[in-house]
């Protein structure tokens, strides 16, 4: 799964470590997610959706097999 979640944190000023503290979570689990390794879980999703007023759909598009978008 692709995402914009480097650049939704940039744009709200958010380190890795602040983040991961404000939702409970590991800085490796937000790293992992910035990197495509670990595609969150849903409530992960809408939790950072919150955090940046954004749709779960703007931070995050699903990507088929092959796909070289």
Known sequence: ?????VEYRKTFGYSQERLAARLGVSRQTIISIEKGKYD???NLAFQLAN???ASIEEIFMYE???DKK
């Open 1 to 5: 799964m692709k995402n914009k979640l």
């Open 40 to 42: 969150p879980s849903l």
């Open 51 to 53: 955090v940046f007023e």
């Open 64 to 66: 088929e097999k092959g």
